[in-house]
């Protein structure tokens, strides 16, 4: 049981370029999300998706965009990447029932923008 | 909106000292309150939550976590640090429920315990 993975775990790109970072998890969980964090600005939600085929806007989602085409994989994509894009990317998941339940992360992808 | 405040950026002890983090949250209904940690290099973790019943909520690796309503607070605890504790800490908040479950983040609070 994998749990949470991402890929790639590092990039580098140059403006304009574009890029799919990949999510996937194996514990069968329905809401997947993806954050963002840099420093001294915690995690902020860029996207998140309650359901194979659904997504919706989080708190920063400008410049990106996702698709939920399985339930296990949960894709984030940059179309024209820029150097305010520079960050660590996490994404997690969690069970869909209950509010008790946490999210759970994967290992991040750590994306530098030249 | 809600907004979750961390008032310490960086706080820095001696091994065996006690600590206690800040959280503090804006939302005046129900709430789901999380204390996540990360350690130097590496995912985030779950180290407690609040859902409902006793304020006081108990985590792994001996931290601790009081719920106090009045104060929209839930700040985090652990009687004597060791060295490996040093990582930086998130208190998030799901605030009212509904359908998303989407957790807001604090800033963080990086603790650096010296040996």
């Known amino acids: 049981n994998a749990g949470v993975t991402q890929t790639p775990k590092f990039r580098v790109l140059k403006t304009g370029q574009s890029m799919t970072l990949l999510c996937a998890q194996d514990?069968?969980?329905?809401?997947m999300y993806w954050y963002r964090q840099d420093p001294g600005m915690g995690l902020r939600l860029i996207h998140y998706s309650v359901g194979e085929g659904t997504t919706a806007k989080g708190e920063v989602p400008d410049g990106y965009n996702v698709s939920r085409l399985k339930k296990q994989n949960f894709l984030l994509g940059l179309e024209s990447a820029a150097p305010s894009q520079t960050s660590v990317y996490f994404c997690a998941s969690r069970q869909t029932s209950g509010a008790r339940n946490e999210q759970f992360f994967g290992p991040g992808t750590r994306l530098t923008v030249l | 909106a809600q907004s979750v405040s961390q008032h310490n950026h960086h706080v820095i002890l001696s091994e065996a000292a006690s600590l206690e983090l800040g959280c503090n949250y804006s939302?005046?209904?129900?709430?789901?309150l999380f204390w996540y940690v990360q350690y130097p290099g590496q995912h985030l973790q779950l180290l407690l939550k609040y859902f409902s019943g006793d304020p006081l909520v108990k985590g792994i690796k001996g931290f601790e976590a009081e719920f106090i309503k009045s104060k929209f607070s839930f700040n985090l605890r652990k009687p004597s640090v060791q060295w490996s504790d040093t990582a930086e800490y998130f208190c998030?908040?799901?605030?009212?429920?509904?359908?998303?479950?989407?957790?807001?983040f604090g800033k963080g609070t990086l603790l650096t315990v010296n040996p």
């Open positions: 514990m069968n969980h329905e809401y």
């Open positions: 939302y005046g209904g129900t709430v789901n």
């Open positions: 998030a908040v799901n605030a009212g429920g509904g359908s998303n479950y989407k957790l807001t």
